[in-house]
Nanobody, 120 residues
Framework: EVQLVESGGGLVQAGGSLRLSCAVS????????VGWFRQTPGEKREGVSC???????????FYAQAVKGRFTITADNDKNIVYLNMDNLKAEDSAVYYC??????????WGQGTQVTVSS
């Protein structure tokens, strides 16, 4: 059974940084795409990043336009953890952040989410 557990959310000032963690069990982050999504009340869950491109290239991870240049997705294959390093945070980044396996498809598994709140 695949399980994903997010951690690292919190309250930060605009311009600050956070690192989110997604601990994966039941699969390996080296072999399967892992993504990050975010959701605010009343909004659709938005894809933020993925360890693969839309073509499946691990050397070109996907980033939503809104976070390009500010967020970085990385994987620790030994610990089986995927991180989302978030720099220069903005108020509009505030959301519940979820990790996913895989990044797209009909059978996405989700973590429980971690709250990120950016104060301006």
């Amino acid at each position: 059974e695949v399980q994903l557990v997010e951690s690292g959310g919190g309250l930060v000032q605009a311009g600050g940084s956070l690192r989110l963690s997604c601990a994966v069990s039941g699969d390996t982050v080296a072999d399967s795409p892992v993504g990050w999504f975010r959701q605010t009340p009343g909004e659709k869950r938005e894809g933020v990043s993925c360890t693969r491109s839309r073509d499946g290239d691990a050397n070109d991870p996907f980033y939503a336009q809104a976070v390009k240049g500010r967020f970085t997705i990385t994987a620790d294959n030994d610990k089986n953890i995927v991180y989302l390093n978030m720099d220069n945070l903005k108020a509009e980044d505030s959301a519940v952040y979820y990790c996913s396996l895989p990044c797209q498809g009909w059978n996405i598994r989700w973590g429980q989410g971690t709250q990120v709140t950016v104060s301006s």
